[in-house]
């Protein structure tokens, strides 16, 4: 689906005009090449006082080849310094033209709401300085982990200041607060990489949880192919955000089994032909399903990403029981009997993971989806059963939760809701298959061994729902 209004606004006269008459102007957004370094630009690093996270902060960073400047605090120095970091002293006051692709916070210091301030002391000088495409990344403590009554307020209280951030900066520009649990502080890397590079292109305004690691010792990876020998499931592959998610975690060296309904068998061949992929043709909400996908994966497999799913929207008044139940059979009982099987057969490999398509719609709600908001929300519901269980044998399981993203699905729609869908958001643009399946390479990674149980959500920060 082409999104014809940007292409409009975004040319030499569209542009002048826009901007006349105050139209909305999305930044077209940057994305992800292979090859590309994690930042194309400097990052600023800021902390305030008596923060734990500038030593792992410094040597993920470095680890990433980000090139940094750091704002001139004792801690920070000799973190950059101790990590190999060449990191220039910024002056906002003398800081001349000096602009940033990034602005990295470590908030763990607060522990009290009147130190809420060093927020205000850092962004404010530097906010402008922020780059096109720019990233903003906040990293607090998860405030149920905090010690006493103050801190937790204040921690919580980080929420807000990036979320409404997030809403300020524009051009394209994201923002995130990652909170770091205790135990936690060396799973930074793959999250950092994630949020700081263009593969993070539609993912802004939201909380990601780091947690200690679920596996003893966190393998070496090539992060230009993590995925390396390793086997995923990708479900409903045969197009839109299927087929995204299967050609990037074959990019990320994936093996792939792609799973469609057998009446879009030719279609799934052509995808698997040009990944090199096994194909399974099934209803996964038929009776045996389970038992067929374990028997095909009888060797075991790493990664299973839940992206079969459908709508059957209706108001709940003219809302017939099948038409519910189907729905709720492949959106959400169909996925749970699958891990089942998978689980208790030990087929989901050490270090494996779980990766589910949930929605915005199950999180804010929608006229006319009852059904498929339930089943989106239960998926979130499956994140919060399963992600303890999971973790003691080694395993993560998260949800990708995609605004309006551009698909034969959404393109769809009626004209004037498609319109609202694509601009409301604080990109004031849709989002593509490409950005969903970005952020579950990110979950799939074997490097993201502590990131268990997020929902995070691909929405160009929607206005709807948090
Ligand atoms: N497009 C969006 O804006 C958007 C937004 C939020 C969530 N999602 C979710 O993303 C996922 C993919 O959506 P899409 O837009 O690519 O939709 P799509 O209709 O293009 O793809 C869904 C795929 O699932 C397959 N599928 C459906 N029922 C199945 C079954 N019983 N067994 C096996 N496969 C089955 C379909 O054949 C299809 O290939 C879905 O879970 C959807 O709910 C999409």
């Given at each position: 689906m082409s999104d014809r209004y940007s292409q409009i606004v975004n040319s030499l006269p569209g542009r002048l005009i826009a901007g006349r008459v105050g139209l909305p102007q999305p930044t077209p957004l940057e994305r992800h090449r292979p090859g590309a370094p994690v930042l194309a630009g400097r990052a600023l690093l800021g902390a305030a006082p008596g923060g734990r996270l500038a030593g792992p902060l410094a040597k993920a960073l470095a680890d990433a080849g980000v090139e940094t400047a750091t704002v001139d605090a004792d801690e920070l120095r000799s973190a950059a310094a101790d990590a190999g970091l060449d990191a220039a002293i910024f002056n906002a006051g003398a800081g001349g033209e000096q602009r940033f692709k990034a602005l990295v916070f470590d908030a763990t210091g607060i522990a009290d709401s009147t130190q809420l301030v060093e927020l205000q002391r850092f962004f404010h000088p530097t906010v402008r300085r922020l780059e096109r495409c720019g990233r903003v990344v906040v990293l607090g403590t998860p405030p149920a982990a905090c010690s006493g009554a103050r801190e937790r307020t204040a921690q919580r209280a980080l929420e807000g200041f990036t979320r409404s951030l997030a809403k300020e900066v524009g051009r394209g520009a994201t923002v995130q607060l990652v909170h770091v649990a205790p135990k936690a502080e060396g799973e930074l890397a793959s999250t950092l990489r994630f949020l700081l590079s263009?593969?993070?292109?539609?993912?802004?305004g939201q909380v990601v949880e780091i947690g200690p690691p679920v596996v003893k010792k966190a393998p070496a990876v090539d992060w230009e192919r993590p995925l390396a020998g390793k086997r995923a499931l990708v479900t409903g592959a045969s197009r839109g955000i299927g087929a995204a998610i299967a050609e990037t975690l074959r990019r990320d060296g994936a093996d792939l089994v792609l799973l469609d309904v057998p009446a879009l068998a030719s279609d799934l061949a052509a995808v698997a032909k040009a990944l090199d992929a096994e194909t399974i043709e099934l209803d996964i909400t038929e009776e045996g399903a389970p038992a067929a996908i374990a028997e095909r994966l009888s060797d075991g497999v790493d990664v299973v990403v839940h992206n079969a799913g459908v709508t059957r929207d209706r108001t709940i008044a003219k809302m017939p029981e099948e038409r519910w139940s189907t729905l709720m059979e492949i959106n959400l009982s169909s996925e749970e009997r699958i891990d089942d099987a998978l689980l208790e057969a030990g087929l989901l490999r050490a270090n494996g993971r779980i990766v589910c398509v949930s929605s915005m719609s199950g999180i804010a709600g929608n006229s006319g989806q009852t059904n498929y908001a339930t089943s989106k929300a239960g998926v979130i519901g499956m994140v919060e059963a399963l992600a303890g269980d999971l973790a003691k044998r080694g395993a993560t399981i998260n949800a990708v939760a995609p605004g309006f993203i551009e698909t034969q699905m959404t393109g769809q729609m009626p004209i004037a809701i498609r319109e609202a869908g694509r601009r409301?958001?604080?990109?004031?643009q849709g989002g593509l298959p490409v950005d969903v399946a970005e952020t579950i390479a990110w979950f799939a990674s074997p490097a993201s061994t502590g990131v268990n149980g997020n929902v995070v959500r691909v929405c160009g920060q929607s206005l709807l729902g948090a």
């Open positions: 263009p593969r993070s292109a539609y993912v802004s409301m958001n604080s990109m004031s």
